[in-house]
Protein backbone atom coordinates (compact mmCIF):
# COMPACT_ATOMS: atom_id res chain seq x y z
CA UNK A 1 0.00 0.00 0.00
CA UNK A 2 1.51 3.42 -1.16
CA UNK A 3 0.33 6.55 0.75
CA UNK A 4 0.87 9.90 -1.22
CA UNK A 5 1.08 13.19 0.67
CA UNK A 6 1.57 17.13 0.33
CA UNK A 7 2.96 18.61 2.89
CA UNK A 8 3.64 22.38 3.23
CA UNK A 9 7.24 23.60 2.57
CA UNK A 10 8.54 19.93 2.07
CA UNK A 11 6.22 18.88 -1.17
CA UNK A 12 4.75 16.00 -2.08
CA UNK A 13 6.01 12.66 0.08
CA UNK A 14 5.35 9.72 -0.53
CA UNK A 15 5.27 6.38 2.35
CA UNK A 16 5.32 2.68 1.85
CA UNK A 17 2.86 1.10 4.08
CA UNK A 18 2.57 -2.30 5.43
CA UNK A 19 -1.34 -2.60 5.33
CA UNK A 20 -1.12 -6.28 7.38
CA UNK A 21 0.62 -5.02 9.80
CA UNK A 22 -1.67 -1.93 10.13
CA UNK A 23 -4.80 -3.91 10.42
CA UNK A 24 -3.53 -6.99 12.51
CA UNK A 25 -1.81 -5.26 15.13
CA UNK A 26 -3.97 -4.21 17.84
CA UNK A 27 -3.63 -0.74 19.17
CA UNK A 28 -1.71 0.74 16.36
CA UNK A 29 -3.11 3.38 14.55
CA UNK A 30 -1.85 5.45 10.94
CA UNK A 31 -3.69 8.80 11.12
CA UNK A 32 -4.34 10.04 7.59
CA UNK A 33 -4.10 13.40 6.80
CA UNK A 34 -6.77 15.85 4.55
CA UNK A 35 -5.92 15.34 0.96
CA UNK A 36 -3.88 11.98 1.30
CA UNK A 37 -4.20 9.18 -1.22
CA UNK A 38 -3.47 5.67 -0.77
CA UNK A 39 -3.05 3.68 -3.56
CA UNK A 40 -3.74 -0.52 -2.47
CA UNK A 41 -2.06 -3.29 -4.57
CA UNK A 42 -3.83 -6.47 -5.31
CA UNK A 43 -2.30 -8.83 -3.01
CA UNK A 44 -2.34 -12.72 -3.16
CA UNK A 45 -1.92 -13.41 0.26
CA UNK A 46 -5.20 -11.38 0.65
CA UNK A 47 -6.82 -13.13 -1.55
CA UNK A 48 -6.30 -16.71 -0.57
CA UNK A 49 -8.20 -16.35 2.82
CA UNK A 50 -11.24 -16.83 1.06
CA UNK A 51 -13.97 -19.29 0.19
CA UNK A 52 -16.51 -18.64 -2.20
CA UNK A 53 -20.71 -20.02 -1.78
CA UNK A 54 -22.63 -20.16 -4.85
CA UNK A 55 -26.04 -21.38 -6.44
CA UNK A 56 -29.50 -21.18 -6.57
CA UNK A 57 -30.16 -22.61 -3.43
CA UNK A 58 -28.22 -20.55 -1.28
CA UNK A 59 -29.71 -17.36 0.27
CA UNK A 60 -26.78 -15.07 0.03
CA UNK A 61 -24.18 -16.58 -2.48
CA UNK A 62 -21.03 -14.41 -2.70
CA UNK A 63 -17.18 -14.78 -1.21
CA UNK A 64 -16.25 -14.95 2.54
CA UNK A 65 -13.48 -14.69 4.59
CA UNK A 66 -12.17 -17.91 5.54
CA UNK A 67 -11.32 -18.80 8.99
CA UNK A 68 -8.96 -22.00 10.36
CA UNK A 69 -11.03 -24.78 10.90
CA UNK A 70 -14.15 -23.69 8.95
CA UNK A 71 -16.51 -26.28 7.50
CA UNK A 72 -18.85 -26.56 4.65
CA UNK A 73 -21.97 -25.97 7.63
CA UNK A 74 -20.12 -22.94 8.68
CA UNK A 75 -19.98 -21.41 5.72
CA UNK A 76 -23.74 -22.02 4.60
CA UNK A 77 -24.44 -20.60 8.18
CA UNK A 78 -22.20 -17.57 6.69
CA UNK A 79 -24.62 -17.23 3.90
CA UNK A 80 -27.52 -17.34 5.76
CA UNK A 81 -28.40 -21.09 5.31
CA UNK A 82 -30.25 -22.79 2.50
CA UNK A 83 -33.09 -21.92 0.06
CA UNK A 84 -36.40 -23.42 0.05
CA UNK A 85 -35.71 -24.69 -2.68
CA UNK A 86 -32.51 -25.46 -2.38
CA UNK A 87 -31.30 -28.66 -4.00
CA UNK A 88 -29.83 -31.51 -1.73
CA UNK A 89 -28.95 -34.41 -3.75
CA UNK A 90 -25.28 -32.85 -5.65
CA UNK A 91 -23.29 -30.06 -4.56
CA UNK A 92 -19.91 -29.23 -5.73
CA UNK A 93 -16.24 -28.23 -4.27
CA UNK A 94 -13.82 -26.78 -6.40
CA UNK A 95 -10.27 -27.00 -4.42
CA UNK A 96 -7.98 -24.75 -5.47
CA UNK A 97 -4.69 -26.14 -4.88
CA UNK A 98 -0.94 -24.26 -4.10
CA UNK A 99 0.33 -24.17 -7.49
CA UNK A 100 -3.89 -22.92 -8.74
CA UNK A 101 -4.18 -25.88 -9.70
CA UNK A 102 -8.26 -27.24 -9.62
CA UNK A 103 -10.09 -29.90 -8.13
CA UNK A 104 -13.43 -31.34 -8.12
CA UNK A 105 -15.20 -33.30 -5.25
CA UNK A 106 -18.92 -33.51 -5.85
CA UNK A 107 -21.20 -34.29 -2.70
CA UNK A 108 -24.73 -34.81 -1.33
CA UNK A 109 -25.75 -32.11 1.24
CA UNK A 110 -28.74 -34.83 2.11
CA UNK A 111 -26.04 -35.83 4.48
CA UNK A 112 -25.79 -32.90 6.29
CA UNK A 113 -29.08 -31.40 5.97
CA UNK A 114 -32.62 -32.73 6.37
CA UNK A 115 -36.15 -30.96 5.53
CA UNK A 116 -37.61 -30.26 9.28
CA UNK A 117 -40.54 -28.83 7.38
CA UNK A 118 -41.32 -27.89 3.83
CA UNK A 119 -39.13 -25.66 3.15
CA UNK A 120 -36.64 -25.33 6.57
CA UNK A 121 -33.84 -27.29 6.14
CA UNK A 122 -31.78 -28.02 9.88
CA UNK A 123 -28.11 -29.62 10.25
CA UNK A 124 -27.65 -33.55 10.96
CA UNK A 125 -25.24 -33.07 13.00
CA UNK A 126 -23.06 -35.60 10.78
CA UNK A 127 -19.94 -33.70 11.93
CA UNK A 128 -18.10 -36.64 9.90
CA UNK A 129 -19.78 -35.30 6.44
CA UNK A 130 -19.19 -31.79 7.61
CA UNK A 131 -15.99 -31.58 6.42
CA UNK A 132 -13.33 -28.89 6.85
CA UNK A 133 -13.00 -25.90 3.67
CA UNK A 134 -9.62 -24.82 2.85
CA UNK A 135 -8.30 -21.22 1.57
CA UNK A 136 -9.80 -20.35 -1.86
CA UNK A 137 -12.41 -23.32 -1.87
Known amino acids: MD ?4 EIS ?5 IDLDGESILNVPNQNF ?3 DGDRVTLFPN ?3 RRRVVEIKGEGIKRPGVYQYTPGMTVRDLIEQAEGLKEDAYLERADLVRTAE ?4 KLT ?3 LK ?7 PGHYVYTGAEEKNFKLKEMD
Open 3 to 6: LRRF
Open 10 to 14: VGEKF
Open 31 to 33: TLA
Open 44 to 46: IVV
Open 99 to 102: DFSK
Open 106 to 108: IFS
Open 111 to 117: ELYKEES
